[in-house]
């Protein structure tokens, strides 16, 4: 699976929510099946919040830049989280 095209298949085709704020609301809410955090970004306070929820999180590899241009997005995304994978494949990712 090449999580960039599964990426951009589930935000073309289903429901994925991004930034921060919006991934802690999503996982609040229970609505997350995946949360994806680039690597350089985890506060502590964000990663206790994933823990204490037990959310589905996968690490990409790369830079939150990398990871907005992997979105289609002309700015830094550090968190998103996917709702509903839409045509794509990107839930059957391993957590990382």
């Known amino acids: 699976m ?7 298949r ?7 929510v991004i930034g921060q704020n919006e991934t802690k609301e999503c996982i609040a809410s229970g609505k997350a099946k995946l ?3 680039a690597a350089n970004y985890c506060p502590d306070d964000f990663a ?3 823990k204490e929820k037990n959310a589905n999180v996968y690490t ?3 830079t939150s830049k990398a990871l907005g241009i992997s979105c289609g997005r002309p ?22």
Do not use: P
């Open 60 to 62: 990409y590899e790369g």
């Open 48 to 50: 206790a919040f994933l």
């Open 75 to 96: 700015h830094f995304v550090s968190a998103l989280a996917i709702v509903d994978a839409g045509d794509s494949d990107i839930l059957s990712i391993q957590r990382a």
């Open 10 to 16: 589930a935000i073309k085709t289903g429901n994925v």
């Open 2 to 8: 090449d999580f960039e095209t599964s990426l951009r």
């Open 35 to 37: 949360v994806v955090v």
